[in-house]
T-cell receptor, first 117, second 109 residues
Framework: DTAVSQTPKYLVTQMGNDKSIKCEQN?????MYWYKQDSKKFLKIMFS???????INETVPNRFSPKSPDKAHLNLHINSLELGDSAVYFC????????????????FGPGTRLTVL | KNEVEQSPQNLTAQEGEFITINCSYS?????LHWLQQHPGGGIVSLFM???GKKKHGRLIATINIQEKHSSLHITASHPRDSAVYIC???????????FGKGTKLTVNP
C-alpha cells in the first residue's frame, strides 16, 4: 500500500564502513530523487534519476553512488562512511521531470536516519 | 544568503488563530512547492503552484511571481497543524528543488 518506501528506517554504523539504502515506489512515476536532511533540518538535493538516467548530480562526495536498476527503484550506496554523513536521507518520486513537464508534485519516503559512530 | 528565505523561523499560535508563513526567493522559477514535515519526520507535499492561488481544506497558498513571494495560510489552526512547513522552489530550466530552512509551527490548545 505504501507509495514510496525506504529501507532501513534506521542505520547505525561505524566510520569507514560501506552501507546501502534502498528506495522503491509503486506509483508508476518516472523520476526519483535522493535528499539529505542535516541536523538543522535543512533539505538538499543529492541525485535524481529519470527513467533510470541520472539527471541531477549535485556536488556530493564520490563516496556516494546512486543506482537505479529500474524506474521503480533508486538505491544509494555510501562507501567509507564519515561522521559528517550522519543525517536523514529521504527518497522521493514524481510523475515526470521538471524541464519537460513544468514540474510535478513530489512524494516522499519516510526517511532513513543514518548515524555514523 | 540562501536562495529561499522563509519567515518566521518559529511561530507559536493558539488554536483557532489564522496563520501566515512567508517565503521569498531570489531566482526566476518554474514552480514553488509547500511541504509539511510532521514531528515524526515524514514529509508531505501540500501544494505546487506557479501562479495565483490554491486552496485545500483550511490551507491556502498564494504566489506573486513578480514580487518573488509566496504565502501559506492556515485558517482556524489546530494543534494537529503543528509541524515544520518548508518552501521549495524549482529554478527555471532546472530539474532540482531548492529548499528554505523551514518554519516551525506550534499550535497550542
Amino acid at each position: 500500500d505504501t507509495a514510496v518506501s525506504q529501507t532501513p528506517k534506521y542505520l547505525v554504523t561505524q566510520m569507514g564502513n560501506d552501507k546501502s539504502i534502498k528506495c522503491e515506489q509503486n506509483l508508476g512515476h518516472d523520476t526519483m530523487y535522493w535528499y539529505k536532511q542535516d541536523s538543522k533540518k535543512f533539505l538538499k538535493i543529492m541525485f535524481s534519476y529519470n527513467n533510470k538516467e541520472l539527471i541531477i548530480n549535485e556536488t556530493v562526495p564520490n563516496r556516494f553512488s546512486p543506482k537505479s536498476p529500474d524506474k521503480a527503484h533508486l538505491n544509494l550506496h555510501i562507501n567509507s562512511l564519515e561522521l559528517g554523513d550522519s543525517a536523514v536521507y529521504f527518497c522521493a518520486s514524481s510523475l515526470g521531470g521538471a524541464v519537460t513537464s513544468g514540474g510535478y508534485e513530489q512524494f516522499f519516503g519516510p526517511g532513513t536516519r543514518l548515524t555514523v559512530l | 544568503k540562501n536562495e529561499v528565505e522563509q519567515s518566521p523561523q518559529n511561530l507559536t499560535a493558539q488554536e483557532g488563530e489564522f496563520i501566515t508563513i512567508n517565503c521569498s526567493y531570489s531566482v526566476g522559477i518554474s514552480a514553488l512547492h509547500w511541504l509539511q514535515q510532521h514531528p515524526g519526520g515524514g514529509i508531505v507535499s501540500l501544494f505546487m503552484l506557479s501562479s495565483g492561488k490554491k486552496k485545500h481544506g483550511r490551507l491556502i497558498a498564494t504566489i506573486n511571481i513578480q514580487e518573488k513571494h509566496s504565502s501559506l495560510h492556515i485558517t482556524a489552526s489546530h494543534p494537529r497543524d503543528s509541524a515544520v512547513y518548508i518552501c521549495a522552489v524549482r529554478p527555471g530550466g532546472s530539474e532540482k528543488l531548492v529548499f528554505g530552512k523551514g518554519t516551525k509551527l506550534t499550535v497550542n490548545p
